[in-house]
T-cell receptor, first 114, second 112 residues
Framework: SAVISQKPSRDICQRGTSLTIQCQVD?????MFWYRQQPGQSLTLIATANQGSEATYESGFVIDKFPISRPNLTFSTLTVSNMSPEDSSIYLCSAQVSGANVLTFGAGSRLTVL | QKEVEQNSGPLSVPEGAIASLNCTYSDRGSQSFFWYRQYSGKSPELIMS????GDKEDGRFTAQLNKASQYVSLLIRDSQPSDSATYLC????????????FGKGTKLSVIP
């Protein structure tokens, strides 16, 4: 399965600032996704990162708040913009390797917004 | 709205016993089913996948799928304290979709 490197692993941010999370996969993947896991909750899909085009966002998530890039098959970024304490969460990058029907996760980025 | 339901627990079992984790899903057209294990503070890791009705065994783990009842379960035999974690059921809709829907997870505690 793919190895997914995600950084930063954690950060403490001030209200109103923005933070970009990077995700690097060690092999070519078909699909890349960004999930959010709020404290004590399950995973919620934010968006599908599409190579070379705009991400596909799920209901409740918008590009202005969570801009996503995917310039190539193995790299994606998620920005959490204009953060508020409600954005404190773990953000997880995931990928589906070409030819495989399973989803692998990065280690996650734990954000705390003060 | 596609939904995946799990009992949140916590489910406590003594060491050596069988732990039974259950999951139901609403989308009858779902094709693929997964169980992920998530230790506290860690990301989910895939432990089992199942695609057809019946049982699938892998070591101490057995996944069971009943599409008619829209039900999938995970049995853990000879439970160990190291199995203590949250288990997430995830469902993949029909052909052409790669977006997993996760249940809220069941927290399992294996008591030594």
């Amino acid at each position: 399965s793919a190895v997914i490197s995600q950084k930063p692993s954690r950060d403490i941010c001030q209200r109103g600032t923005s933070l970009t999370i990077q995700c690097q996969v060690d092999s070519q993947v078909t699909m890349m996704f960004w999930y959010r896991q709020q404290p004590g909750q399950s995973l919620t899909l934010i968006a599908t990162a599409n190579q070379g085009s705009e991400a596909t966002y799920e209901s409740g998530f918008v590009i202005d708040k969570f801009p996503i890039s995917r310039p190539n098959l193995t790299f994606s970024t998620l920005t959490v913009s204009n953060m508020s304490p409600e954005d404190s969460s773990i953000y997880l990058c995931s990928a589906q390797v070409s030819g495989a029907n399973v989803l692998t996760f990065g280690a996650g980025s734990r954000l705390t917004v003060l | 709205q596609k939904e995946v339901e799990q009992n949140s627990g916590p489910l406590s079992v003594p060491e050596g016993a069988i732990a039974s984790l259950n999951c139901t899903y609403s989308d009858r057209g779902s094709q693929s089913f997964f169980w992920y294990r998530q230790y506290s503070g860690k990301s989910p890791e895939l432990i089992m996948s199942i695609y057809s009705n019946g049982d699938k065994e892998d070591g101490r783990f057995t996944a069971q799928l009943n599409k008619a009842s829209q039900y999938v379960s995970l049995l853990i035999r000879d439970s160990q304290p190291s199995d203590s974690a949250t288990y997430l059921c995830a469902v993949l809709p029909g052909a052409g979709s790669y977006q997993l829907t996760f249940g809220k997870g069941t927290k399992l505690s294996v008591i030594p």
